[in-house]
């Protein structure tokens, strides 16, 4: 699960005791994303546990249960759920005022803490009883699972910690919870997905090769042998457009010129997907060229921390209400979002040569692309090989001179 692109990344679930009960006790139990570039698109998170004492919950509000259960033991209480294991749902944001807390209804969306914290988090409130005894006392429920909503996060034990502590009054006085558990969730791409979700091809200006995404890198015939045929009238995956590489969504990365001090790139993302839109996406690219000023043009850009890579790292998204949606494709056109990138030149270092203005490494929405191998990547033309702008420029003196020089024989 380590992400050595965003090594502090996780997610963690607390729950924080806010009052005990007759019978149990009231908790707040907040979900906070601090991935830097995954997040948790629609349809939502879901959370789930087992509890350890036959607990139940009685209430709900910014969530709910998404089974009640068997309530057949509690005649005169109406009890919301009663299984020993609950999934619980965000509400959406049209949810009624009773069932509202405050950072709650967002239909379990949870944005990346790097593109917008402010929407990187989620709680609700939560009355549990049946709990014969001192209820401070007993341990919490175990199992904690996250899914977001497919698999791929894993959860470590839900454990004690020190209580939380809440400002109040513009900060002036601090109120602290009874107890705090803590459980912190870790997400693995080879859990989530068997085949790739993305894949990366590469063109430019001086070279006429095509890199494409490596072929039927997410589930043809060739490298499946239980794979459908991929042809016009038969797609592999039903959701998907017909492609050869069979991927959900496609990254190009195009070089259009080559400045002096400059150079411009076009990176278009495409979505193959039948049957999904990709809202606030995001493409992450490790590029050397990134320790550079650099301008993007149509989509929103930040650079991010990193630890012991000597390239740096871009985080591309789109701007809200214009292009930050992806659209799905249909049978004859994908949905695609594309930008240009200016990006200036370090002139000791830069060159052409050896595939150096494509990036190392691009991610999806978190998920790494399946990239051609470097050597396929569009070269210079034969005999032009040269690395550095002002090679021309002396080559170019060099003519002129021999041609003053003849005429000046003449």
């Known amino acids: 699960a380590y992400d050595p692109l965003d090594p502090n990344g996780k997610i963690t679930v607390t729950f924080d005791t806010l009052q005990f009960t007759d019978d149990g006790y009231v908790a707040r139990v907040t979900i906070q994303n601090y991935y830097q570039y995954r997040h948790i698109d629609k349809p939502g998170w879901n959370l789930g546990w087992i509890w350890t004492r036959k607990e139940v919950i009685w209430s709900m509000s910014g969530a709910f249960a998404t089974q009640q259960g068997n309530c057949l033991e509690f005649k005169y209480k109406t009890a919301h759920s009663c299984k020993i294991d609950p999934v619980i749902s965000d509400h959406m944001p049209d949810a009624q005022g009773e069932n509202r807390t405050e950072n709650c209804c967002n239909g379990g969306v949870l944005s990346s803490w790097a593109i917008n914290p402010n929407k990187s988090s989620s709680s609700f409130e939560i009355t549990i009883g049946n709990l014969n005894g001192n209820s401070s006392l007993f341990p919490p429920p175990s199992n904690l699972t996250l899914i977001s909503p497919g698999p791929g996060y894993s959860c470590g034990p839900i454990v004690d910690v020190k209580p939380t502590v809440f400002p109040e009054i513009g900060g002036k006085r601090e109120v602290q919870v009874y107890r705090t558990w803590k459980s912190t969730c870790t997400y693995s791409s080879f859990v989530a997905n068997k085949a790739p979700t993305c894949c990366v091809s590469f063109s430019s200006f001086y070279s006429p090769t095509f890199t494409s995404c490596p072929l039927c890198s997410c589930g043809c015939k060739q490298a499946d042998e239980t794979a459908l045929v991929c042809n016009s009238s038969n797609v592999a995956r039903s959701e998907l457009q017909c492609t050869d590489h069979m991927c959900p969504v496609g990254v190009h990365w195009h070089i259009k010129t080559n400045y002096r001090e400059h150079w411009r790139v076009k990176m278009t993302v495409s979505n193959y997907n039948l049957g999904v839109n990709y809202t606030d996406w995001n493409v992450l690219v490790q590029h050397p060229g990134f320790n550079k000023s650099s301008l993007t043009y149509s989509f929103n850009s930040m650079l991010l921390p990193t630890a012991g890579f000597a390239d740096d790292v871009a985080l591309f998204s789109g701007i809200l209400s214009y292009n930050d949606k992806l659209l799905q494709a249909d049978q004859k056109h994908v949905g695609s979002v594309s ?69 000046f024989q003449c």
């Open 339 to 407: 930008t240009e990138i200016l990006m200036a030149k370090d002139l000791d270092q830069f060159t052409l040569h050896n595939g150096w203005a494509f990036p190392r490494r691009i991610y999806f929405n978190g998920e790494n692309c399946e990239m051609a191998l470097p050597d396929t990547f569009p070269m210079l033309p034969s005999g032009n090989l040269s690395c550095h702008p002002s090679y021309h420029l002396f080559v170019l003196l060099i003519v002129l001179h021999l041609i003053s020089q003849a005429l």
